[in-house]
């Protein structure tokens, strides 16, 4: 079983282009999360997502910044009209379940770093 | 590359008392930084303590201290005078010092019991 794949683990965007960044969860898992790690800092938590569903999005920038989890495929943060500031690494974790319900853990993709330029 | 492992998937402890999860990695990596996350039922994730590898003195932070033994690449968690509101998930996670590639372990389960 393949664990929480993120791709790419490197992106480079100009300013003003357009950052998607790609979370296959882990095998059985419905639940994915998004977390900012901006440098020197720790994880900011973004966005909590369900199939099909965003259940809490209060970390999520209002402008520029989305996610979805389709039904289908991989869950998708996408950055609109990147600045430097967006600058950071990307981490994905996905759970079975809710975490912190049932015993339900949350396992870490590897990230992606953005850079923009 | 570089591996985090965390070998309790849960621990418990009443209130008041001490406990300590481990997290041992791997790494060829001389200079890197270690951290210990807590995740409460809100997602949100929580930086507890870090650690800078060239330091040989242990990261203290109120309740919360670190046994680091670079030679064994071990890197404990202490909490003590455990509280009901410290019960979480807890992360252990690796970053090398010279770019963003932080690893994480598995997670501990933490319960504390009144």
């Known amino acids: 079983n393949a664990g929480v794949m993120q791709n790419p683990r490197h992106l480079v965007r100009r300013r003003g282009q357009e950052a998607r960044l790609r979370c296959s969860p882990m095998k059985g898992h419905s639940h994915v999360y998004w977390y900012r790690q901006l440098p020197e800092e720790g994880l900011k938590f973004m966005v909590y997502l369900q199939k099909e569903n965003i259940i809490d999005e209060s970390g999520m920038p209002k402008e520029r910044f989305s996610a979805e989890f389709p039904k289908e495929g991989p869950s998708i943060l996408r950055i609109q009209q990147v600045v430097r500031g967006d600058s950071a690494a990307y981490f994905c974790?996905?759970?079975?379940?809710?975490?912190?319900?049932?015993?339900?853990?949350?396992?870490f993709g590897q990230g992606t770093r953005l850079t923009v330029v | 590359a570089q591996t985090v492992t965390q070998s309790q998937p849960e621990m418990s402890v009443q209130e008041a008392e001490t406990v300590t999860l481990s997290c041992t990695y791997d790494t060829s990596e001389s200079n890197y930084y270690l951290f210990w996350y807590k995740q409460p039922p809100s997602r949100q994730m929580i930086l507890v303590i870090r650690q800078e590898a060239y330091k040989q003195q242990n990261a203290t932070e109120n309740r919360f201290s670190v046994n680091f033994q670079k030679a064994a690449k071990s890197f404990s968690l202490k909490i003590s005078d455990s509280q009901l509101g410290d019960t979480a998930m807890y992360f252990c996670a690796f970053m090398p010092y010279n770019n963003n590639d932080m690893r994480f372990g598995a997670g501990t389960r933490l319960t504390v019991k009144p």
């Open positions: 974790a996905s759970s079975i379940g809710e975490t912190g319900v049932m015993n339900t853990e949350a396992f």
